[in-house]
């Protein structure tokens, strides 16, 4: 399975909850963090949603 690598390149601050709470989700926490993942519908789903906060590698 094709792995992704998301990196957090801009604060939660000021954004909706909802959004905050998917960017935990992910596995990020502050600016510059970043996480590998399975390339799933799920994680591609959550990464669309916050794609103004992240920068997405494939792997």
């Given at each position: 399975?094709?792995?992704?690598k998301?990196?957090?390149v801009?604060?939660?601050?000021?954004?909706?909850?909802?959004?905050?709470?998917?960017?935990?989700?992910?596995?990020?926490?502050?600016?510059?963090?970043?996480?590998?993942?399975?390339?799933?519908?799920?994680?591609?789903?959550?990464?669309?949603?916050?794609?103004?906060?992240?920068?997405?590698?494939?792997?």
């Amino acid at each position: 399975m094709k792995e992704v690598k998301i990196t957090l390149v801009k604060s939660v601050i000021g954004h909706p909850q909802r959004q905050k709470d998917t960017v935990k989700s992910l596995g990020l926490n502050k600016i510059g963090s970043s996480v590998i993942q399975n390339k799933t519908p799920d994680i591609e789903g959550k990464v669309r949603k916050v794609a103004h906060l992240v920068t997405v590698e494939e792997l």
